[in-house]
């Protein structure tokens, strides 16, 4: 964000003088941040995906689970 000064004219016998001084600021990131912003993003990556798999193994044992009371009614009490 540029920031302008300006000084108080300054006079002359034959001219006025104005002095402006600009001044600019830079923020800088470095690559180790971004390295590591992105290792943190990978890693919850992950567990999103340890998370999923744990979710459909749990609904593939409710599954078959539902599928050995079915066929155990099935074969006893018909």
């Known amino acids: 964000m540029p920031t302008t000064t300006t000084t108080?004219?300054?006079?002359?016998t034959s001219f006025t003088t104005y002095t402006t001084t600009t001044t600019t600021t830079t923020t800088t990131t470095t690559t180790t941040t971004l390295?590591?912003?992105l290792?943190?993003?990978?890693?919850l990556l992950?567990?999103?995906?340890?998370l999923l798999l744990l979710l459909?193994?749990?609904?593939?044992?409710?599954l078959?689970?539902?599928?050995h009371?079915?066929?155990y009614?099935?074969?006893y009490y018909y």
């Open 8 to 12: 108080a004219p300054t006079t002359s």
């Open 35 to 37: 390295l590591l912003l």
């Open 39 to 43: 290792l943190l993003l990978l890693l």
């Open 46 to 50: 992950l567990l999103l995906l340890l």
């Open 56 to 62: 459909l193994l749990l609904l593939l044992l409710l």
């Open 64 to 67: 078959l689970l539902l599928l």
């Open 69 to 71: 009371y079915y066929y």
């Open 73 to 75: 009614y099935y074969y």
